[in-house]
């Protein structure tokens, strides 16, 4: 903003002189430096944590312990990845983490897209003031009763209970961006459909639910990405074989550590999926996270 | 699933909206039920366990409010309400200030602005808890990449998350680098929806960029800022996975939330009633917290009104 300012501003117009030309000309270049600096300010923590994640996955172990640190690899290694896999059952804790996530954000579509539409419809402000609350509620406080249930019911050891904690998660998000995206699609279509003779289950499954494709697509990847990234139900539920990623990639951290190596390996490979999710999508996501503000637990 | 319609929604071409609304909200049955069984089910459970002397292993006893009382007069409870508004504060003001910075910022067209704004975004994506790990590794006092960079510019080095009095606004920096990015989204998605006419007129009168921002961008936008600071106020009272990861509530409890401090009683000390106790006190925290940021962007759309 202060770059087009001085470009354009009233100063410039007024004196318009000859030699005002080359001051002004200064003015633009020195806006578009001070512009792109605060680009670079604001962009580069974000890269920078990445790169280096990615800088002490690559590196040996004795490179990463060196000091003054060493920020471009000497010899690039895989070994922080093999070191991973092997010494946990790392792609048995992948697998439970793709169940999981795709069960929980699977069964929110199922009941999330109709409920978004009915609510939509109803304008039911009600409902979708209980659905914000859940959202502001700490996930930790829905455990203790739930943990309890668990017990109770001799669920444990089993992935059972923690697809349905992560509901809490996904349903929420699922429902909010669905209210979203049906008050805002004409209604027209369904209302002529209704007309002629259609039954209103017919009118959503039919017109309404076709239409609200791209909505669904952002819902669903974000009901992914936050309960994949969850980790306070894994903590408390999971056993030895139900871990998910983000559990099994703390435990790594309880069992070695001062082996960085492996830590930015396993912290990568949990978080690297989400990541070129993020990058593909990023332009539909992004009303999706805007319109719900949504994040789970 | 069917085209066949359920009985209820079948009768659709009743024309009587209230009878149409009620059709409707048979959409939303479902997810009602799961809402229950998820949500409030176990809402109403833990207000009665708060009541309770419950033990893991099923043993309980009524002891109406006891475990609130006993709330009251333990310091730690009392120290951990402390640390956490003073980490929500901070991490509050931070990521808003920030966040308002990048959003004028990212308002601007400029090349590869796409790219760049997909960059600035993925922090809030990113997986909490590999993060938290990369930054415990960069906090390392004697090998760690931060001091690093402090001493390589003559500043002196920090002892980071390993201090009691540095240990929150240490944890307030991982939450900012995680966080700003929401809150540009939201402001952003505010300015995008502000009238261009008072620029107009404003570049006519003579104004400057700055007197531009503070007296036509900002209150303009104040609604969207009030949104973005009501959301990181919901979130930064009930951060976990950072705090956790990175600290435990360490060094001693210098760190401790009320989130730790609740996952502690009912986690590792199996203290099932008085954790439960601690819930309904967090959630009411949580509530008036945000019915006073409500009343407070209620008053900013009225004076944006006038």
């Known amino acids: 903003m202060i770059g087009r300012m001085n470009a354009t501003g009233p100063l410039a117009q007024v004196k318009g002189a000859f030699s005002v030309s080359a001051k002004r000309g200064f003015e633009v270049l020195f806006g578009k430096l001070a512009f792109a600096f605060a680009v670079l300010v604001i962009v580069s923590p974000a890269i920078l944590v990445f790169l280096w994640m990615l800088s002490l996955s ?9 000091f003054p640190p060493v920020f471009i690899p000497g010899t690039l290694t895989l070994q922080n990845f093999y070191a991973v896999f092997e010494s ?10 793709i169940i999981v996530s795709g069960t929980a954000t699977g069964l929110a579509l199922l009941v999330g897209v109709p409920a978004g539409y009915g609510i939509a419809k109803a304008r039911a402000n009600g409902i979708a003031v209980l659905i914000l609350i859940a959202r502001m509620t700490p996930g930790l406080s829905y455990l203790i009763p739930l943990f309890i249930m668990f017990r109770f019911l001799g669920l444990t050891n089993s992935l059972t209970p923690i697809i349905i904690t992560h509901l809490v998660i996904t349903v929420p998000i699922v429902v909010w961006i669905m209210i979203g995206f049906f008050e805002n699609l004409p ?14 289950w017919q009118a959503f499954w039919r017109i309404a639910l076709p239409l609200s494709r791209p909505g669904i697509v952002v819902a669903a990847i974000l009901a992914f990405i936050f309960s994949w990234n969850n980790f306070i139900f894994g903590v408390v539920l999971a056993g030895r074989e139900t871990r998910t990623l983000p559990v099994a990639v703390y435990n790594v951290l309880t069992f070695e550590q001062i ?39 | 699933m069917s085209v066949e319609a359920p009985a209820g929604i079948a ?27 998820v949500i409030v089910f176990p809402w109403a459970f833990t207000v009665f366990m708060s009541m309770h ?45 920030l966040g308002v910075f ?21 922090p809030m994506m990113a997986t909490p808890v590999a993060i938290a790990l990369v930054w415990t590794m960069m906090f390392h006092p004697q090998l760690g990449v931060l001091n690093y960079l402090l001493t390589s510019v003559g500043l002196p080095p920090s002892l980071w998350v390993y201090s009691p009095t540095t240990v929150i606004p240490a944890l307030v920096l991982v939450e900012v680098w995680h966080w700003t990015p929401l809150v540009m989204l939201i402001v ?18 003579g104004a400057s960029a700055w007197q531009m921002f503070r007296h036509i961008t900002l209150p303009l936008v104040m609604p969207f800022i009030m949104v973005a600071v009501i959301i990181r106020a919901i979130d930064a009272l009930k951060t976990f996975d950072t705090i956790f990861v990175i600290t435990q509530g360490g060094p001693g409890t210098a760190s401790e939330t009320i989130n730790i401090f609740l996952y502690l009683q009912a986690f590792a000390f199996y203290d099932i009633g008085y954790a439960s106790a601690v819930v309904v006190v967090f959630f009411v925290i949580i509530v008036v917290f945000s019915l006073i940021l409500l009343w407070a962007r209620q008053r900013t759309l009225w004076v944006v009104d006038n």
């Open chain 1, 88 to 97: 946990s059952p790392f792609a048995l804790y992948t697998l439970n983490s």
């Open chain 1, 58 to 66: 690559l590196k040996t172990e004795v490179e990463n312990t060196a």
């Open chain 2, 53 to 97: 002397d419950w033990g893991v292993v099923g043993s309980r006893t009524y002891v109406g409010a006891d475990n609130f009382l006993r709330l009251l007069s333990d310091s730690r409870f009392i120290e951990s309400i402390g640390h956490t508004l003073y980490f929500t504060a901070l991490a509050i003001v931070l990521p808003v200030v």
């Open chain 2, 102 to 122: 990048a959003a004028v910022v990212f308002h601007r067209s400029f090349p590869m602005r796409g790219v760049l704004r997909a960059i600035f975004i993925m």
């Open chain 2, 188 to 205: 952003l998605g505010g300015l995008a929806s502000l009238p261009t006419e008072p620029y107009e007129s404003a570049l006519i009168d």
């Open chain 1, 187 to 200: 209604r027209e279509l369904e209302e002529s459909a209704l007309i002629d003779g259609a039954s209103l």
């Open chain 2, 11 to 37: 009768l659709g071409r009743s024309g009587n909206p209230a009878v149409r609304r009620w059709q409707y909200l048979l959409f939303a049955a479902p997810a009602l039920v799961a809402v229950f069984l």
């Open chain 1, 259 to 297: 082996s960085w190596g492996p830590l930015a390996a396993a912290a990568l490979v949990v978080t690297l999926p989400v990541l070129v999710l993020t990058v593909v999508i990023q332009k539909q996501i992004v009303g999706g996270l805007t319109s719900g503000a949504v994040k789970g637990g």
